[in-house]
């Protein structure tokens, strides 16, 4: 089984790598004592980030994972496993 994002997966590794890197970055900021706003504003960035990989996984999903499955006669599971998903995502599960 190919998963959906194997065409983007150097993309994907490139902006989890960048992800790591403002995170050991805002590590840095709390050990220098950095203000607390300036924290903040780094880790909504960082989450921004990882919203944005996040939302390019999903879409891989649907346009890989989601139609084979619904071709392959299984509209049903498939469906159930993308509400799950994003609900997951939206963090509601």
């Not at 959906?4 to 403002?22: F, I, P, T």
């Not at 998903?85 to 939206?90: E, P, T």
């Amino acid at each position: 089984m190919m998963v959906g994002y194997a065409m983007n997966k150097e993309e994907v590794l490139a902006r989890l790598r960048r992800v790591e890197g403002q995170i050991r970055g805002i590590a840095r900021m709390v050990e220098a004592d950095t203000y607390c706003i300036d924290v903040l504003t780094q880790v909504n960035a960082a989450q921004a980030a990882l919203r944005g990989v996040s939302l390019g996984l999903l879409d891989d999903h649907v346009r890989n994972c989601v139609r084979d499955g619904i071709e392959a006669g299984d509209p049903d599971a498939k469906i159930e496993e993308l509400v799950t998903a994003v609900s997951r995502l939206v963090g509601r599960r």
